[in-house]
């Protein structure tokens, strides 16, 4: 195999690539908890839901008028790209999602596909959550 500079820079940024799992979140007193955590602790169990009732709630909990993607923003390819095969994770609190800890677009691509969405949820009320991720979510 040849070794051109572009397929050089091209191996050297997927090494350097921050892995999915990595994705974080942290507080001032140094709590980090990772997607891939959340994920682990999940398990592959998921359910189905309704994306507009997710995106409603969120961003009723948030304070938000819209999600962080979509049309206008600038991820809109992201939102094209997105796989609507693959779960989104959520963090619910009284019955209600108030978080997408992953999947903002693929749910927003659903809102706008009107296509069904499978989910994680993280329930931030179950007493067997971890009591960082309520910290940090809840």
Known sequence: MKLTEAKLKHMILETLKESWRDTYWSTEDGLKVTIGEIDDYLGPSTIDVNPIEIKNQVLKSRGKDRLPVGP??????RV???????PIITAMKNNKHVYVLDGNHRLQKAVELDKPLRAKVLDLDDPETPQKYIDLFG
Do not use: Y
């Open 72 to 77: 206008g923003i600038t991820s809109q390819a």
């Open 80 to 86: 094209d790209k997105a796989n609507l095969k693959f």
